[in-house]
């Protein structure tokens, strides 16, 4: 099959990565949240090719991508019905749903969990990919762990040179990873890891669901195992602002600028109204975050403004936070996370 990326003449021939699938081998492909680093699910020879190539630690589970929501049953035993409404509600989507996995699945792809977590990727090359492939894919995001995710395909060509085969589908949607949820004794739903989908997007549509965040509570659920470690982590030291009054996080910002050792390469990751009232920017590399009202964007373009901090050899990045709320919030986790927090 040959895929048209929108106008252009440039034609993706996914036969030919799908075949490297059926082989038992691995492929890096676009998403709209980030770029995926992919294994035929059910052959765990494959699947352990990907924790060597990221250097992954064995503990931390892979999603397992589907074509379409009939694909559900070669995966997983029966859903409760709160499952599949949630399911159904955001697939295809920035949505990974924890289900009790059946024996098709090789313990290598849960870490050993009898629970698989699932999504649909909302990307027509990734469906087109998936179905040729003929089988569920496994992927993490494609960058070495630790290590921001890939947002465009020349991020993961920076990352893993041309040892593996990508393919080349341009910039990610969202630019943050899927929301990753679990569904206890079909009331609660359980925010796992945070991601494209807020907590406020999954309670409108859910109303009259309870919804939590694990981990920041006392709670028998724990947040993803991926969460647990460094992650998104740039070269650079990163300084963060609290969110609080433009004026006052525009003074912040200033007075750090003004006491830093001038030699040190500076980032500065603001907003168009915080840019607006910097004094000391000569020298600085300026990366325009978007709005403060607008916390979905400034996560859209958080990854690649890392990768490209490294690749400048940036010494010290200075940001602010968000309202913890929507994407603020994730926006928030991420930025803490990235600064080793
Ligand atoms: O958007 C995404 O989710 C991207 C694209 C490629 O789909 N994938 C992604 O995968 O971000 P990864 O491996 O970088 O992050 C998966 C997260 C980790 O925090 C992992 O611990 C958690 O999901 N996870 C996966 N399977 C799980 C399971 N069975 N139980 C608990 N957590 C799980
Ligand atoms: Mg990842």
Not at 154 to 182: D, L, Q, R
Not at 237 to 261: D, F, G, H, R
Not at 299 to 321: C, P, R
Request: glycine share 6%; with cysteine; hydrophobic share 40%.
């Amino acid at each position: 099959m040959l895929f048209y990326i929108k106008s252009t003449i440039k034609t993706i021939n996914l036969i030919k990565f799908a075949t490297i699938i059926k082989t038992g081998g691995i492929v890096a492909f676009p998403t709209e949240t980030v770029y995926g680093l992919g294994a035929n699910a059910f052959n765990p020879i494959a699947v352990q090719k990907i924790y060597d190539a990221k250097r992954r630690p064995a503990d931390n589970p892979l999603i397992v991508h589907l074509a379409d929501i009939t694909w559900l049953d070669i995966v997983a035993n029966k859903l409760t019905d709160l499952e599949i409404k949630l399911f159904k509600t955001f697939s295809p989507g920035p949505l990974t749903l924890l289900i009790p996995k059946n024996n098709n699945i090789p313990n290598i792809v849960t870490a050993g969990s009898k629970l698989v977590g699932v999504r649909i990727p909302n990307h027509k090359i990734a469906i087109d990919f998936i179905h040729l492939s003929g089988v569920p894919i496994a992927a993490p995001s494609a960058n070495i762990s630790g290590k921001p995710s890939a947002t465009h395909h020349k991020h993961v060509i920076n990352a893993f040179g041309n040892s593996i085969p990508v393919i080349k589908g341009g910039a990610s949607k969202y630019g943050v990873e899927s929301t990753v949820v679990k569904v206890e004794n079909d009331k609660i739903i359980y925010i796992l890891r945070q991601g494209a989908i807020s907590k406020e997007d999954i309670k409108q549509a859910f109303p009259n669901v309870k919804i939590k965040i694990a981990g920041d509570e006392i709670s028998s659920i724990k947040a993803s195992p991926g969460t647990r470690y460094r992650h998104y982590a740039p070269k650079a030291k990163i300084i963060i602002v609290p969110y609080t009054q433009v004026k006052q996080m525009a003074e912040e910002i200033n007075n750090i600028l003004n006491s830093i050792n001038p030699k040190e390469k500076i980032a500065l990751f603001c907003s168009k109204e915080l840019i607006r009232l910097l004094k000391n920017k000569k020298k600085k590399i300026v990366y325009n975050i978007g709005s403060l009202q607008n916390a979905k964007e400034a996560l859209s373009k958080l990854y690649s403004n890392l990768i490209d901090s490294d690749n400048q050899n940036i010494d010290l990045i200075i940001t602010h936070l968000y309202p913890d709320t929507g994407s603020g919030l994730t926006y928030n986790e991420r930025i803490y996370r990235a600064g080793g927090k």
